[in-house]
């Protein structure tokens, strides 16, 4: 009833903004769809392992095909998280949660790209699977050591990098990496639960017992493997933000009443006291509120009612004119988070913007004495959307091959090195850089790359050399995936 309604009030807000003369279908002719279908491509492009007979990009080849075998475990497959040839842990399960949140709140509009989404989530969660299970008290979380890989610029297909394996243990624990492991998972599960019951069945055990094994043996992973982890993915904001995520998340595929008393014991001392106004692979207050808040919304969970409220207090801070507004807008209207890779935080947002937007329906958010319609939020959430595909300053789109314009030196190893098909012998370490210091665009097009954006004034640099603007991430595309299907769903009213 809840999804009949949101999809009436998009109608509404579609019809009137077609009335304006704003065309709800975009502010150009962009094609929500086009840009939905590459946004998944892109993953295709960041595979390690053994690539099956229908990979599209085939510029790339096999890699990391003995990943594991250092600590005698299977560990071949998963994400390389950006423009280097590491699998981190974190961000990949991040990535794995956002991808499948996308697909439970929007895989409705995705029409005939539903498949390939699915096919880029099971990618990722058979490797989490292979993660969690290989060793008992066990979970591992990186494959790759970063301050060796990033010595060289190296295609994938050629790494002679260590491909150490790192792992968090009931002797060195890491609660946040295996929190966030469990909310990919349960996450997952909800995806999976029709099409697949016995594989949806196998991630929702495996979420369950690596959530107790997180909570269980509490610790950050960055204090157990330090630099290896540390700067590229510190857990900055601690662990206790993905414990909450985690059993959220778990409580959503469930409906389990252990999992309510976790959160209503727990919550306090995991941030449900507090705003919190960021939401990205590290923090996940900001999700954890939105997702909660849904049974408050459509259920009447009175336990949930205090993450509704600080649900709009974040809103609140991202609706310029409101009470609470607090979020930087570049000139030319894009939210500005960080100087590196800023795009990520525009896409969460978008996400949590459009997902808040269907829970609430016809209800409103208060800042202080006005109101904010669902139709508000949506149109804030355009605004980023469009603007990452083109509608800008620059009337760049920022999405690799999408658009007339878009970057063509981006930062990632991959892409910009000969592929193996054009240059079959080796690349070693030292004579990769030659692509990295090239004027030249990148001979590989990683088609759907979301790259890190602009700065805080709109410009920016098309230099490989730049990764803070021109580095793509899987956390950045992940809930651009659901943002991209919601507008492909509900741009052409009937």
């Not at 510190?234 to 998340?249: I, K, M, P, R, V």
Request: charged share 15%.
């Amino acid at each position: 009833m809840a999804a009949t309604r949101f999809s009436l009030t998009m109608q509404i807000l579609c019809l009137t903004l077609f009335s304006l003369g704003l065309f709800c279908n975009a502010l150009t002719s962009r094609d929500y769809s086009d840009a939905l279908a590459k946004s998944i491509l892109f993953f295709e492009g960041q595979r390690s392992g053994r690539l099956p007979s229908n990979q599209r990009l085939n510029w790339r080849g096999n890699s990391g095909l003995s990943d594991g075998a250092s600590s005698h475990v299977d560990l071949v497959g998963g994400y390389y998280d950006a423009g280097d040839n590491v699998k981190f842990g974190l961000p990949m399960a991040f990535t794995m949660t956002m991808l499948a949140w996308s697909v439970i709140e929007f895989g409705s509009s995705m029409q005939s790209q539903i498949g390939d989404a699915k096919t880029a989530l099971r990618w990722g969660t058979d490797y989490l699977l292979k993660a969690a299970t290989a060793t008992p008290g066990t979970l591992y979380v990186q494959v790759g050591d970063p301050n060796m890989d990033h010595k060289c610029w190296e295609r994938p297909e050629d790494m002679d990098t260590p491909r150490n394996v790192y792992k968090v243990s009931t002797q060195n624990p890491g609660s946040d990496v295996a929190a966030e492991t469990a909310a990919a998972l349960a996450a997952a599960s909800i995806v999976f639960k029709e099409s697949d019951p016995s594989y949806s069945a196998k991630l929702l055990q495996t979420a369950k017992k690596v959530f107790e094994f997180a909570d269980k043996y509490r610790g950050s992973y960055s204090d157990s493997l330090n630099s290896v982890v540390c700067p590229f993915y510190c857990s900055y904001s601690g662990y206790q933000d993905e414990l909450l995520w985690g059993a959220s998340w778990l409580h959503r595929a469930t409906q389990d009443n252990s999992y309510l008393s976790y959160i209503q014991s727990n919550g306090h001392t995991m941030g449900s006291d507090n705003d919190d106004f960021s939401f990205s692979w590290d923090d996940k207050r900001a999700g954890t509120k939105v997702l909660l808040s849904k049974d408050f919304l459509e259920k009447s969970v009175s336990e949930f009612q205090l993450y509704k409220s600080h649900s709009d207090n974040y809103i609140c801070s991202l609706i310029p004119g409101s009470s609470g507004f607090q979020t930087q807008y570049t000139p030319g209207g894009l939210l500005y988070k960080a100087s590196g890779s800023n795009l990520q935080y525009v896409t969460t947002t978008s996400f949590l913007l459009l997902t808040y937007a269907k829970y609430l329906g016809t209800q409103g958010v208060t800042c202080g004495s006005s109101t904010i319609t669902a139709e508000t939020l949506v149109t804030q959430a355009k605004k980023q959307v469009d603007y990452i595909l083109g509608d800008n300053p620059t009337k760049m789109s920022y999405m690799v091959g999408f658009g007339d314009r878009f970057p063509q030196h981006i930062h990632h190893r991959g892409s910009s090195v000969p592929s193996v098909h054009a240059h079959p012998d080796k690349i070693t370490c030292n004579n990769g850089f030659q692509y990295l210091y090239s004027s030249s665009p990148n001979p590989n097009v990683l088609v759907g790359a979301i790259v890190g954006g602009p700065d805080s004034r709109d410009n920016f640099a098309d230099d490989r050399n730049n990764y803070q603007q021109s580095e793509p991430a899987t956390y950045i595309n992940a809930p651009f995936v659901g943002a991209l299907a919601f507008f492909s769903g509900n741009s052409n009213p009937k």
